[in-house]
């Protein structure tokens, strides 16, 4: 069975840029999961989606958005970039959700913005 | 603010020993706990998952929870040196909100 894909793998954009990541999760699964990884903040909780729509959500500003397609594929989508959105971007999938179901991860997209 | 605390390290630990790793949680309500590897420039793999106070065993690994004490640790016995990456500790606090991470412990097996 395939894993979970992300796209791009590496990203550079400037400040005030807006970027949009995407995930596909491991067939079958539903609840697509986003974190974010910091050297200074370690791996951070941004939202999952379930069936198209977001069950929960850390404590990330309204410029981190995302959404889920039918298919259970995600985007994640920073507006109006800054300087700390530089991270690791991983993705998550699981069957029955994240508090239900052992999440696989994504190898990551590397934003860096400049 | 739901913490997850661990020591940064670097722990190092001679080939073939016991490492032992340690993680401290700040909800009591908290119900299902993680430990996931991560090897530089990788992605973080599950390693175990514990939901009952006690000892789980997998192989080489062993989980260990307390919830009186909020303490989850994991034993790797026989430690290789393939075993050297960053451990991270996970938990599901009380409430659905996702899960929250140590910030890991780097270990290191020395050969």
């Known amino acids: 069975k395939a894993g979970v894909t992300q796209t791009p793998r590496y990203l550079i954009k400037t400040r005030g840029q807006q970027v949009t990541l995407s995930c596909s999760p491991i067939?079958?699964?539903?609840?697509v999961s986003w974190y974010q990884q910091t050297p200074g903040q370690g791996l951070q909780f941004l939202f999952e989606y379930f069936s198209e729509t977001q069950r929960n959500k850390g404590n990330f500003p309204g410029r981190f958005s995302g959404r889920q397609f039918s298919n259970s594929r995600s985007e994640m989508n920073v507006s109006t970039l800054e300087l700390g959105d530089s991270a690791l971007y991983l993705c998550a999938s699981s069957f029955r959700g994240v508090t239900r179901d052992t999440q696989y991860f994504g190898p990551g997209t590397r934003l860096t913005v400049l | 603010q739901k913490e997850v605390e661990q020591n940064s390290g670097p722990l190092s630990v001679p080939e073939g020993a016991i490492a032992s790793l340690n993680c401290t949680y700040s909800d009591r309500g908290s119900q299902s706990f993680f430990w996931y590897r991560q090897y530089s420039g990788k992605s973080p793999e599950l390693i175990m998952s514990i939901y009952s106070n006690g000892d789980k065993e997998d192989g080489r690994f062993t989980a260990q929870l307390n919830k009186a004490s909020q303490y989850v640790s994991l034993l790797i016995r026989d430690s290789q040196p393939s075993d050297s990456a960053t451990y991270l500790c996970a938990v599901i606090p009380g409430g659905a909100d996702g899960l929250t991470f140590g910030k890991g412990t780097h270990l290191i097996i020395q050969p």
């Open positions: 067939s079958g699964h539903r609840s």
